[in-house]
């Protein structure tokens, strides 16, 4: 099992320039999620997917779009970048369990995204 | 919106001393997930805690709920090398629907010089 994997590594863009974070997980998950991580900040969620279908918005959508492809992929979409733009990208999924279970998520090597 | 604070924000240690790192939280924790981050990689995940008063241990890390929930804490004994990189906590908290969402904490960088 690869686990959760995420393309590319590294992104150099420029400001107005358009692109799409790839995420997979070959674990069955129902639940996907994408976070961003800049430094004094922490982790936040940019959106999330609970199951193949839905998507919701997180703590910090603006500026993002997503589509969950299938039950294996989640993608994150920024239209016109921006220097604020510029963080370290997580994917993670989880396994839905039912109501009130307590899912261990389970991240992505990440996604290093420059904008200048 | 659930607030977790983590202390210290860094930590550097000699190799073999015991260490412990402080998560707070402004509610009361549904859940509670300590995971590691190497620098320049994902996240790696350790343990998760649910009951008040719950400790669980792999290997030389330790992780402690408090009774109230609201408090946990994690010890690694005998640090090493390998035990460097960024510790964080978060905290589960149900969304809108019946999912569990988590919250993290701004994270421990831990230094273990040998």
């Known amino acids: 099992n690869a686990g959760v994997t995420q393309t590319p590594k590294f992104q150099v863009l420029k400001t107005g320039q358009s692109m799409t974070l790839q995420c997979a997980q070959d674990m069955n998950h129902n639940s996907m999620y994408w976070y961003r991580q800049d430094p004094g900040m922490g982790l936040r969620l940019i959106y999330y997917s609970a199951s193949e279908g839905t998507t919701d918005k997180g703590e910090v959508p603006n500026g993002y779009n997503v589509s969950r492809l299938n039950k294996r992929e989640f993608s994150l979409r920024l239209e016109s970048a921006a220097p604020s733009q510029t963080s370290v990208y997580f994917c993670a999924s989880s396994e839905y369990r039912g109501t009130g279970s307590k899912e261990t998520q389970y991240f992505g090597p990440g996604t290093r995204l420059l904008v200048l | 919106s659930q607030e977790l604070e983590q202390s210290p924000q860094s930590l550097i240690v000699q190799e073999g001393k015991n260490l412990t790192i402080n998560c707070t939280s402004s509610k009361t924790l549904y859940g509670l997930y300590w995971y590691k981050q190497k620098y320049g990689e994902g996240l790696i995940f350790l343990m998760m805690?649910?009951?008040?008063?719950e400790e669980k241990s792999h290997e030389k890390i330790t992780a402690k709920l408090d009774e109230k929930k609201q408090q946990s804490s994690l010890h690694i004994t005998a640090s090493q090398p390998s035990h460097a990189g960024i510790y964080l906590c978060?905290?589960?908290?149900?969304?809108?629907?019946?999912?569990?969402?988590?919250?993290f904490g701004k994270g421990t960088l831990l230094t273990v010089n040998p």
């Open positions: 978060g905290a589960a908290s149900l969304s809108g629907g019946s999912n569990y969402k988590l919250t």
């Open positions: 805690l649910q009951k008040g008063g």
